[in-house]
Structures are given as C-alpha cells and as structure tokens.
C-alpha cells in the first residue's frame, strides 16, 4: 500500500517563506501532487513532479527526490489568502490508467499578519 | 467554463438509507472519480468511472456504487447509511488523454444521523 506523512500544521507571518514536506512510502512511484484547500473548498492542483527537481509557479515551487521519497512545497512571500490545508498526493502503478491519487492526512497553514 | 459542478451541497439522512450525490465534470473531461473527505483528514478514493464503466476502485464496500452517463456526468450510490459515511464528497474530472491535474467540484457534505 502507499502512505504518506506530512505535518499537521505549519504556522507563519506574511511575507515569510514556507516549506511543507511530505514523505510518501509507495510502490511502481509515477509523481507527486499538491493540492490547496480552503476550509468549506475544493482542492486545487497546485503542482505536480514527475521527475527529480524544482517546479516554479510564480509563488509556489515544488521539489521531488525520488531516491529519497521526499518532496516539499515552498510558499514564498506568504498572503493571508495562503491560508489553508495543503495535501500531498502520489500517484503509483497499482492506479494503472486511472491515474488514482493517495493523499496525505493535510498540512493546516496558518498565515500571521 | 463551468468547471465541476456537484449537487446537492448539503445533505441529511438517517442511518439505513440511500443517497445520490450527482456530479458534472469540466466541459472537455471524460473521465470522473469520487472521494470520501472525512473531517481533518485528505480524500480517500471510492472509484473512477471511464466510458461509463468503473475502472478502478478503492477500498469501499459494495454500499457504494456509482453509474456514468453517456454524457460523461456521474451519480454515487451509498445504500443502507452508517453514522461512520458522515463526510465531504468530492467529485474530480480529468481528461484520459490530458494531464495528471484532477480538477475537483466543491462537494457534497452529507450528514448521517
């Protein structure tokens, strides 16, 4: 089976920089997915890795080490509107073509003024 | 673009009974899975409907059950209620041919009593 382990609350001011990180212990690993989610929302996709690296969208970055089952998300310049639970999510082969996601149990961000 | 649509938003029912919970994916998606959010924890996956087949599913019983339309649009069945099924449920869209993002619709928070 797939776990994942990320923390269950990270707090910071406004204009800090954040990173969550998630640990996952998975078989056949194809990527790791973030997604936001405000209280009473829908996630949304954040990012996704597939391969070794840092991904950049404008604020939000996403790294991935395959060799060590590792990857986080970094928020820069934190807005009060960055508040929210953000969740890792793995996709591995036992999801063949449907593509199914595990996700973590969420990170609880609370952004400071 | 309307994005994915669920219905009804909220829901209370009594253990023992039957709910539908309907979904419409994103204009352009054909493929559609459901999750079951509990309180604090991320989305665990029920089942994906493909051609209007299911073509995977997680580890639900067979309480659950589900249907897709020719028009890609989407129904999950929950039969005979458990205080234990109170939770957010979430639809998602892909396209089988697009990109590993699943878009999610806002929910629908069912209540058993």
């Known amino acids: 089976g797939q776990s994942l382990e990320q923390p269950s609350e990270v707090t910071a001011v406004e204009g800090a920089i954040v990173q969550i990180n998630c640990t996952y212990q998975t078989s056949g690993f194809y990527g ?7 209280d ?3 996630p949304t996709f954040l990012s996704y890795n597939a391969l070794d690296g840092l991904e950049e969208t404008g604020r939000f970055s996403s790294f991935l080490s395959r060799s060590d089952s590792y990857g986080y998300l970094l928020l820069q310049e934190l807005q009060m509107k960055d508040s929210a639970s953000y969740f890792c999510a793995v996709r591995d082969v036992s999801s063949g073509s449907a593509r199914q996601l595990t996700f973590g149990s969420g ?3 609370t ?3 | 673009d309307a994005g994915v649509t669920q219905s009804p938003t909220h829901l209370i029912k009594t253990r023992g009974q039957q709910v539908t919970l309907r979904c419409s994916p994103k204009s352009g998606h054909d493929t559609v899975s459901w999750y079951q959010q509990a309180l604090g924890q991320g989305p665990q996956f029920i089942f994906q409907y493909y051609e209007e087949e299911e073509r995977q599913r997680g580890n639900f019983p067979d309480r659950f059950s589900g249907h897709q339309f020719p028009n890609y649009s989407s129904e999950l069945n929950v039969n005979a209620l458990l205080l234990g099924d109170s939770a957010l449920y979430l639809c998602a869209s892909s ?3 697009g990109r590993e993002t699943q878009y999610f619709g806002p929910g629908t928070r069912l209540l058993v009593l």
């Open chain 1, 32 to 38: 790791l997915s973030w997604y936001q989610q405000h």
């Open chain 1, 111 to 113: 952004v400071l003024p």
């Open chain 2, 95 to 97: 396209s089988d041919r």
């Open chain 1, 40 to 42: 009473g929302g829908a």
């Open chain 1, 107 to 109: 990170t609880q961000l």
